[in-house]
């Protein structure tokens, strides 16, 4: 007797102790935005299904978390808004409709202070302060305001707009859209949202991304397939990388729209939309070296990364679905389709609190 209630009491004591781990337990998931819809995608990051479909607003443009990853922010561009979701239960719990026109891709200071919201229409990318939950700065620029994405020390923002392109300045100003061009990288420091310097990308600049160290800006242009290499102190183009492309493809009109770096800072994958491609290159060396080619089965607009690196999700607007490519063996190991006619492009990984 005395044997068993030891042993009672030994798995009491267990439990007791266990049950508070088990709380602080953790899991990932990946959040992917319908650009034709007005909905958000919840997938398991460990068996790649769909856990929820939440409605965040009409055409949600942007996404962005801060380093806690307690709120997930969305941009949405049909009805200039700014969902706010608790990524733990995966519920809204504040909605904003005070931007400019179009609000497209956003990024945030990693203490969750400032975030950034490019304008399209408006020619502005505001500054919305998340604890005074207002606009406090507008920062103009040529062009529309698309991209922008944060330094790793908070201090720098780069912003990327894209411009009119080949429509004519009546045109553009018919449309109620901005007429200026723009061919640079502008850069804002965050402590004042003013700008401070640009760098000049030769032609449109579209996607951006960041190396982890800050120094290195990786950015898609409009009318080059492959990416420019930018050196964010010296402020200019260190290298043009183009995709190995054979003849026939040379020959067919695509686009470079979408492109990352591996958080383990080993790979840039730069998406090729009309091929269906995604070009891989090693940046451990100088300048970039192509490495491998995915066929995603789909038009590939967009991408990003599990925080391990291993596996790279990139979203494919002509079939409504998200490929998961694993990264060592750059093939594509199963596809996630979110719904007919919802266009997938922007998503983003979350480790967050288990319920």
Request: with cysteine.
């Amino acid at each position: 007797m005395q044997l068993k209630a030891f042993i009672t009491t030994l798995l009491v004591s267990f439990v007791l102790t266990a049950a508070p781990a088990l709380k602080g337990e953790e899991c990932q998931k990946l959040y992917i935005l319908s650009s034709l819809g007005d909905d958000m995608t919840v997938v398991d990051v460990v068996t790649h299904q769909i856990i929820k479909t939440l409605k965040v607003g009409r055409e949600p443009h942007g996404i962005a978390a801060p380093k806690s990853q307690d709120f997930l922010y969305v941009s949405t561009e049909g009805d200039r808004g700014l969902t706010v979701i608790d990524p733990a239960k995966d519920e809204i719990v504040a909605q904003y409709h005070i931007f400019g026109e179009r609000p497209n891709e956003i990024d945030i200071t990693s203490d969750g202070r400032f975030l950034y919201v490019p304008a399209l229409v408006a020619g502005v990318v505001e500054v919305f302060d998340t604890r005074q939950k207002r606009i406090v700065a507008r920062v103009p620029t040529d062009g529309f305001p698309h991209n922008v994405v944060v330094s790793p020390d908070d201090r720098l923002m780069y912003l990327s707009p894209y411009d009119r392109g080949k429509t004519s300045a009546e045109q553009a100003k018919a449309q109620g859209l901005p007429t200026t061009l723009n061919k640079k990288i502008y850069i804002v420091d965050t402590s004042t949202h003013s700008i401070v310097g640009t760098i000049p990308t030769g032609n449109t600049p579209r996607p951006i991304a960041l190396s982890g160290d800050g120094k290195r800006l990786y950015v898609n242009t409009d009318d080059f397939m492959g990416f420019l290499v930018l050196d964010t102190v010296a402020r200019k183009v260190l290298y043009e990388v183009p995709y190995e492309l054979t003849e026939s493809e040379k020959a067919e009109p695509s686009r470079s729209h979408g492109i990352g770096i591996t958080p383990d800072q080993k790979e840039v994958w730069s998406t090729d939309t009309h091929h269906r491609l995604v070009h891989v290159f090693d940046v451990t060396v100088d300048p970039p070296r192509q490495i491998a080619r995915v066929d995603t089965g789909g038009t590939p607009y967009w991408l990003t990364f599990s925080p391990d690196s291993r596996t790279v999700y990139v979203a494919n607007t002509s079939d409504d679905s998200v490929s998961v490519i694993d990264v060592a063996a750059k093939k594509v190991r199963t596809k996630i389709f979110v719904g007919k006619g919802k266009a997938p492009k922007r998503m983003l990984v979350l480790t967050v609190p288990e319920e």
